[in-house]
């Protein structure tokens, strides 16, 4: 997965308020500073679970949580095999977390800003005066400079580089493990990872404080889109409905469209396939907000197509069109002959949306206007704005399930398909004979299954990332 650069990161830290904010200006009048995050940029709030992880992670590599209790944490998922995802904290990147399919495990990447928040109890070296300054400036740690390395640390591990005194100076991957480096009269110990600059101010903030400090950007971005949807609906004099999935994108699209033009019913194209926390939020918004809810399927369709075609993978999604697409068509046909549909798509999700126009007519749903409110709005943005709407969002993402909609999509990473068969052991079980059964039929090897190749048809995966 390269870099994509879908389009501007809106991502700033005020240092007085201690908070994310999506401009140059924060709402109590002070400057904010950009923060230098990898594109697309698409950062998000880390919820409890997500911190519960992190810490976790830092607790078994190095001895100690990384995330003080009351500090707002940002995530920003970055190019890499399956996830990884840089940790934002006062300001500053000052990790990366990254999942390891073969290991099926998560491994942390420090930068020197987060010995701000913790002192690592493991996995450190400690360096010669005399060696301080290039270290500093990017120099390798070679074994002459070694004063002591602590005995967990193998080959291959993230390590704190720290000067006699205990001040951390660098980060990176040893290239020996501890024993072998204290017997190295010359070589290379530690590969330092270059140094970021970004200064890195902690301090406590809650999301509400988020929201306030943000009021203004906010009230900009609702009023631009509530300005598009009842442009859009003006010029398309049909039935207006809202697409929900029960996702994050499509709440807080359904909220600006209320504000333009009221009431409109939600059209659910349910597969049969989602999570029971998702027909619980489309029920639960449906009632909150006294709206219709216009439903279509499961119709077996999915299963049907199975028995021919396999499990729909990445590059052949076979799944969309069968389960959502053509019911939708038949739908629209019978009730309304035609109809516009508000739907939560953004740019900032794949290239293919950034291209997207932000009105137009699907090839096989061509009965459905299509129209994006919230096209050029960050993850970020649309938490924010939840947050501040308080909308009922859906629990899943509190559970690190941050993809709504079939509970086994193959576009799924394999981190959060991890925890699905953790969470969901039932449905998991259920699926993997289904996948069993096509494996035996085909000959195909074990590892289709166990590795998660039945997500793929092709050959072969981008492994480029922007950590090394």
């Known amino acids: 997965m390269r870099r994509s650069y879908l389009g501007k990161i809106h991502l700033h830290w005020c240092d007085a308020c201690h908070t994310p904010v999506l401009g140059p200006k924060c709402e109590c009048g002070a400057g904010t500073r950009a923060v230098h995050i990898t594109p697309p940029g698409d950062a998000r709030p880390a919820f409890p679970a997500d911190v519960d992880l992190i810490n976790a992670i830092y607790e078994e590599h190095f001895g100690s949580r990384l995330i003080p209790e009351g500090h707002l944490v940002v995530l920003n998922k970055v190019p890499d095999r399956d996830r990884m995802e840089e940790v934002i904290l006062g300001g500053a990147v000052v990790s990366a977390v990254r ?50 390395i602590d005995p967990a640390v193998k080959a291959g591990d993230e390590v704190f580089i720290r000067t006699r005194n205990g001040d951390c100076i660098g980060v990176g991957r040893a290239k020996a493990d501890a024993e072998t480096a204290r017997a190295m009269e010359r070589g290379t110990v530690v590969r330092t990872r270059k140094n970021h600059t970004d200064p890195c101010i902690p301090g406590p903030a809650s999301w509400d404080d988020a929201c306030r400090t943000n009021s203004t950007i906010l009230d ?48 659910f194209a349910d597969t049969g396939l989602e999570f029971a926390e998702t027909y619980e939020n489309i029920d639960g918004v449906a009632d909150r907000y006294g709206l219709d809810v216009v439903r279509v399927g499961p119709d077996g369709g999915f299963w049907e197509s199975f028995e021919t075609e396999g499990p729909p993978a990445v590059d052949a999604r ?69 947050f501040r709407e308080n909308a009922p969002y859906n629990t899943l993402y509190e559970q690190r399930i941050d993809r709504i909609g079939c509970f086994m999509c193959p576009s799924s990473d394999l981190s959060v398909l991890a925890t699905i068969q953790e969470r969901y052991p039932a449905l998991w079980k259920g699926w993997e004979e289904k996948l069993e059964a096509w494996r035996t039929h085909n000959g195909l090897p074990p590892d289709w299954i166990d590795d998660g190749n039945w997500r793929r048809r092709g050959e072969g995966t981008d492994e480029n990332s922007s950590y090394t």
């Open 220 to 267: 900009n971005n609702e009023a631009e889109a509530v300005a598009f949807v009842r442009n859009v609906a003006e010029q398309n004099r049909v039935q207006p409905t809202v697409s929900y999935s029960g996702g994050k994108d499509s709440l807080a699209m359904l909220l600006v469209v209320r504000k333009a033009i009221g009431d409109v019913p939600l059209l």
């Open 99 to 148: 999942y390891l399919p073969e290991e099926r495990c998560w491994e942390p990447i420090p930068r020197v800003a987060a010995s701000q928040y913790l002192e690592p109890k493991r996995r450190y070296v400690v360096v010669d005066d005399g060696a301080v300054e290039s270290i500093r400036d990017g120099a390798s740690v070679l074994a002459p400079g070694l004063v002591d």
């Open 318 to 386: 076979w799944c969309c069109k069968v389960c959502k697409l053509l019911p939708v068509r038949r739908l629209i046909e019978e009730q309304w002959g035609e109809c516009l549909s508000f739907i939560g798509q953004r740019k900032y999700e794949s290239f293919a949306r950034m291209k997207s126009p932000r009105v137009w007519r699907n090839g096989i749903v061509k009965v459905q206007i299509s129209a994006a409110p919230i096209q050029h709005w960050t993850a970020l943005h649309v938490w924010l704005y939840i």
